[in-house]
């Protein structure tokens, strides 16, 4: 089975600032990676998927990189809309998914 | 792009069973992916297992293996998680999403496990 470790588990920042994330998984997932943000008592919501294409309506400030088993996920400037949990989830040996733990994203 | 709208919570007895419906609109179902994904609570994002109505086999995570099966009805377009055997441990919120990549989510549904 694949792991997705992510990294930190929490992330104290300010509107504006930039936010890395970082996904990486114990053998190489090619770019199959996606990112999830999840708000309390909401489903999660696609962000991003095959490491780097944001999905529709996600705004530009959210871009994805990286591939094998390092991958990052870049929020350039926060918006307060942006404090959240965040997942990554792998799908290189699809029809089976695993998710990372998760980064929370909290206000400073 | 699909929706997907889930059944209502469910309250359960340790040792029986639970089975959560989840039924899509606005796409062509049977050529998609239905994954069921939990999330106990203050914890993570854990996949269950998934189904391609048009293939009708389903794969699950080994930790539900045997416990869970997954199916889908393509006349009513739903698919359904059913699993059993349950203990204070599955009470969460089940969801069901849709694709390759889970574009669209159901709205979840809280399942608790008591006595």
């Known amino acids: 089975e694949i792991v997705l470790t992510q990294s930190p588990a929490t992330l104290s920042l300010s509107p504006g600032e930039r936010a890395t994330l970082s996904c990486r998984a114990s053998?190489?997932?090619?770019?199959?990676l996606a990112w999830y943000q999840q708000k309390p008592g909401q489903a999660p919501r696609l962000l991003i998927y095959?490491?780097?294409n944001r999905a529709t309506g996600i705004p530009a400030r959210f871009s994805g990189s990286g591939s094998g088993t390092d991958f990052t996920l870049t929020i350039s400037s926060l918006e307060p809309e942006d404090f959240a949990v965040y997942y990554c989830?792998?799908?290189?040996?699809?029809?089976?998914?695993?998710f990372g733990p998760g980064t929370k994203v909290d206000i400073k | 792009q699909v929706q997907l709208v889930q059944s209502g919570a469910e309250v359960k007895k340790p040792g029986s069973s639970v089975k959560v419906s989840c039924k899509a609109s606005?796409?062509?179902?049977?050529?998609?992916?239905i994954s069921w994904v939990r999330q106990a609570p203050g914890q993570g994002l854990e996949w269950m297992g998934g189904?391609?109505?048009?293939?009708?086999?389903?794969n699950y995570a080994q930790k539900f293996q045997g416990r869970v099966t997954i199916t889908a009805d393509e006349s009513t377009s739903t698919a359904y998680m059913e699993l059993s055997s349950l203990r204070s441990e599955d009470t969460a919120v089940y969801y069901c999403a849709s694709g390759q990549v889970l574009e669209g989510w159901g709205q979840g549904t809280l399942v608790t496990v008591s006595s």
């Open positions: 606005g796409g062509t179902f049977s050529s998609y992916a």
């Open positions: 095959d490491a780097s």
């Open positions: 989830q792998q799908r290189s040996n699809w029809p089976r998914f695993t």
């Open positions: 189904i391609i109505p048009i293939f009708g086999t389903a």
């Open positions: 053998q190489s997932v090619s770019s199959y």
